[in-house]
C-alpha cells in the first residue's frame, strides 16, 4: 500500500523554524517530523511514499537524496577525492517527490499526486505535521471491512491550557493539559480509494471542506476512532512538548525499534 503525505504548507504558526525550512522537516530528537511519521507507517509494512512538496521543496528533496549521508557514517579521502559511506541504515522505502506548487491547498496537493495512486485498491493519507499511536494495520481492516470510499482518524485533543483542581474557592492542585469538550476531530491519518479523487475541483480545493463534507452526504465517510496518543506540531510549544516526550524516551507514537 502507499501513503501520500501533504508537506507543502507554508507553517506560519511555527514560522520561528519555517522560514529556514518546510514545517514537515522541522526535527523531533534529532530527525524531520516527516521521518517519524514515515516510521510510524513502515512499522506497519507501509513503505511506499508519495511526498506532496509545495514550499521549500528542495529540501525535501535534498534530504532524501542525501539521506545516505545523514543516518550513516562516512569517510572522504581528500587526497584521492573520494567517499566512501559505512554502516549503512537504509529502510525499506521508496520515496516519490513531487512538486505540487507554492499556492495549492491540500485537496489540490491530493489532485496533483492522483496518477501514482490512481491503480490503487486504498492508499494511506495523512499531514505532515502531525504524529500519533495509531494502529494502522487495523485502520486498514476496518476501510476494507466497510467498504465505503473514505475513513478518517476520528480522535479527540486534549484541552489547550492546564486546569485549576479546586474544592470550593481552593486551589488543590493542576492538571496539565486535562480533557477537552468530548468532540471527536479529524485526526488526519486516512484511508481513500483512488474516486475521492473525483471530489476534488482543483487547486483552489481544501480537502478538509467540499470534498469530505460530500462523501459525509454521500455516506461513504467512516470515522476510525482513535483514543490513544495524537498530537500535531502547530506550535513552537507544539515543537517543544514533542521534543521532551522523545527526549524522556517515552514518545507514545514509536512504534518501531
Known amino acids: 500500500?502507499?501513503?501520500?503525505?501533504?508537506?507543502?504548507?507554508?507553517?506560519?504558526?511555527?514560522?520561528?523554524e519555517t522560514h529556514l525550512k518546510p514545517k514537515p522537516m522541522i526535527e523531533?530528537?534529532?530527525?524531520?517530523?516527516?521521518?517519524?511519521?514515515?516510521?510510524?507507517?513502515?512499522?506497519h509494512g507501509v513503505n511506499d511514499f508519495i511526498i506532496c512538496c509545495g514550499y521549500k521543496g528542495y529540501v525535501i528533496k535534498e534530504y532524501f537524496a542525501n539521506y545516505f549521508l545523514h543516518m550513516s557514517d562516512v569517510t572522504f579521502d581528500m587526497a584521492s577525492n573520494q567517499m566512501e559511506v559505512r554502516h549503512k541504515k537504509a529502510e525499506p522505502w521508496r520515496v516519490t517527490l513531487v512538486?505540487?506548487?507554492?499556492?495549492?491547498?491540500?485537496?489540490g496537493r491530493l489532485k496533483r499526486v492522483a496518477s501514482y495512486v490512481q491503480d490503487e485498491n486504498a492508499f494511506c493519507f495523512t499531514?505532515?505535521?502531525?504524529?500519533?499511536?495509531v494502529d494502522v494495520t487495523a485502520q486498514i481492516k476496518f476501510h476494507h471491512r466497510h467498504g465505503?470510499?473514505?475513513?478518517?482518524?476520528?480522535v479527540q485533543p486534549p484541552g489547550r491550557y492546564g486546569a485549576?483542581?479546586?474544592e470550593g474557592d481552593a486551589v488543590?492542585?493542576?492538571?496539565?493539559?486535562?480533557?477537552?469538550?468530548?468532540?471527536?476531530?479529524?485526526g488526519g491519518f486516512f484511508v481513500l480509494?483512488?474516486?475521492?479523487?473525483?471530489?476534488?475541483?482543483?487547486?483552489?480545493?481544501?480537502?478538509?471542506?467540499k470534498p469530505l463534507e460530500t462523501l459525509a452526504a454521500k455516506g461513504e465517510l467512516q470515522a476510525f476512532e482513535h483514543e490513544g496518543f495524537w498530537q500535531p506540531m502547530d506550535t513552537l510549544r507544539d515543537k517543544t512538548h514533542l521534543e521532551q516526550l522523545w527526549s524522556s524516551g517515552k514518545a507514545p507514537w514509536k512504534s518501531w525499534e
Request: charged content about 20%; proline content about 4%; hydrophobic content about 40%.
Open 1 to 16: 500500500m502507499k501513503a501520500v503525505i501533504l508537506a507543502g504548507g507554508l507553517g506560519t504558526r511555527i514560522s520561528e
Open 28 to 43: 523531533i530528537g534529532g530527525r524531520p517530523i516527516l521521518w517519524h511519521i514515515m516510521k510510524i507507517y513502515s512499522a
Open 99 to 107: 512538486d505540487t506548487g507554492e499556492e495549492t491547498l491540500t485537496g
Open 127 to 133: 499531514y505532515g505535521d502531525g504524529v500519533a499511536d
Open 148 to 154: 465505503k470510499l473514505a475513513t478518517v482518524t476520528a
Open 164 to 166: 485549576l483542581l479546586r
Open 172 to 186: 488543590c492542585g493542576f492538571q496539565e493539559k486535562p480533557p477537552g469538550d468530548g468532540a471527536w476531530i479529524n
Open 193 to 209: 480509494h483512488p474516486k475521492v479523487i473525483d471530489f476534488i475541483d482543483g487547486d483552489s480545493s481544501s480537502w478538509e471542506g
